[in-house]
């Protein structure tokens, strides 16, 4: 195949394929790009290949497992990110071995590439004592002050991703009476959040403060930064380090690595302790399955056993019989 043939096929993968088909978000369009950019940066430098006239059947299989080598080894990217440019690419040579059929041998060679396991992190949420010291930290006397505490409690009330608060506008909120909030998540799927009535007070107080409960601005972007533009995930971040930093003044023991998604954990474990089934969590935080919540309840259930460990009295030596003297506990197992 010729490269214009590769590059029409990219440009219609990119442009139409994911857009138009698979009705994939522009975040999602861009990570793809970027895959597909960095891998043509490493053909040209890394293997010495002209773009220009590059041919399918030159990304082969050590090709593609050399990239991903040079993902970890060369530009430090962790496994989780080295499985998602995979996945990327995965997603491509699918549509490739349906735009060019003569490569589907070739195809099922690159899509047999496996994805790396990893050691998932600890599962990281914060008590309501360090909610509190968080939230007690904006300045209410400022209106940035007063914004960042209605962001901040709608980030946690919802439990919604950084993406998700980014994209609100005005017209996704609604302040009566059920008051709610329209996310738009993963794959663009709408749900809806109830909120609780302390943060419909502060949002009710935002809105009036800054003129967005005007019909005229349903459309504005419902959170800002001081240049009036639209936040970003690394301003939402930086804001929440600066008051973790002023809460450990009086909370030494509040963890330093709190992200906006440590929000999302908090929300959900907390629903999860106070007997929320997890069917319903699944719904509230947008998961696509259910395993993904049960996250939450393997954490938890965790937790309860290490706390159990604490309190449980060391047993004395030989005060318990072994199981091998249960005669009738055996025959059950052989039973089974």
Same mark, same amino acid.
């Given at each position: ?16 394929? /994911?857009?138009? %088909? ?39 299989? *050590? ?8 993902? =970890?080894?060369?530009r430090g990217?962790?496994?989780? @990110?080295?499985? *998602?440019?995979l +996945? ?10 349906? =735009? ?5 041998l ?30 007690e930290?904006p ?6 002050g ?6 901040l409690? /709608?980030?946690y ?11 609100? @506008? ?5 302040? =009566?009476?059920p ?10 799927? @709408? ?22 409960? *005007? ?25 929440i380090?600066?008051?973790? +930093?002023?809460? %450990?003044r ?6 330093n690595?709190?992200?906006?998604h ?6 959900a ?17 947008g ?6 919540? =049960? ?10 056993? !290490? ?22 506990? /055996?025959t059950?197992l !052989?039973?089974?």
């Amino acid at each position: 195949m010729t490269r214009p043939d590769f590059a029409r096929i990219l440009q219609a993968f990119l442009s139409e394929y /994911l857009p138009m %088909q698979r009705n994939v978000s522009p975040h999602t369009i861009r990570s793809y790009r970027d895959t597909m950019t960095l891998l043509l940066r490493f053909c040209r430098d890394q293997r010495r290949l002209r773009i220009e006239r590059l041919r399918i059947e030159e990304l082969d299989k *050590q090709v593609i497992e050399g990239f991903l080598h040079y993902l =970890e080894t060369e530009r430090g990217c962790s496994i989780r @990110t080295r499985n *998602q440019r995979l +996945a990327a690419l995965h997603s491509f040579v699918r549509y490739l071995q349906i =735009e060019a059929p003569e490569h589907i041998l070739h195809c099922q060679r690159l899509l047999a590439i496996p994805f790396k396991r990893y050691d998932r992190p600890a599962l990281h949420y914060l008590t309501a004592e360090h909610l509190r010291a968080i939230l007690e930290q904006p300045d209410r006397r400022t209106p940035m002050g007063r914004r960042d505490l209605a962001l901040l409690a /709608l980030l946690y009330d919802t439990g919604a991703r950084v993406q998700e608060l980014l994209d609100l @506008t005005v017209q996704d909120l609604r302040l =009566e009476s059920p008051a709610q909030v329209q996310l738009t998540g993963k794959g663009r799927k @709408t749900r809806i959040v109830p909120l609780l009535p302390s943060t419909v007070a502060l949002l009710t107080g935002y809105l009036r403060e800054h003129g967005l409960h *005007q019909p005229h601005q349903l459309g504005r972007t419902l959170f800002v930064n001081r240049l009036g533009q639209r936040f970003t995930r690394t301003g939402i971040r930086d804001m929440i380090r600066k008051y973790i +930093a002023r809460a %450990q003044r009086t909370c030494p023991h509040l963890p330093n690595d709190v992200s906006p998604h440590t929000f999302r954990h908090s929300k959900a474990m907390h629903m999860l302790q106070a007997g929320i089934p997890l069917v319903i969590i699944r719904d509230f935080l947008g998961h696509a399955d259910i395993a993904t919540s =049960e996250t939450y309840a393997r954490a938890d259930l965790d937790m309860k056993r !290490r706390a159990l460990e604490k309190l449980a009295p060391a047993s004395p030596a030989g005060a318990l019989p072994s199981w091998q003297e249960d005669p009738s506990l /055996l025959t059950w197992l !052989r039973a089974l």
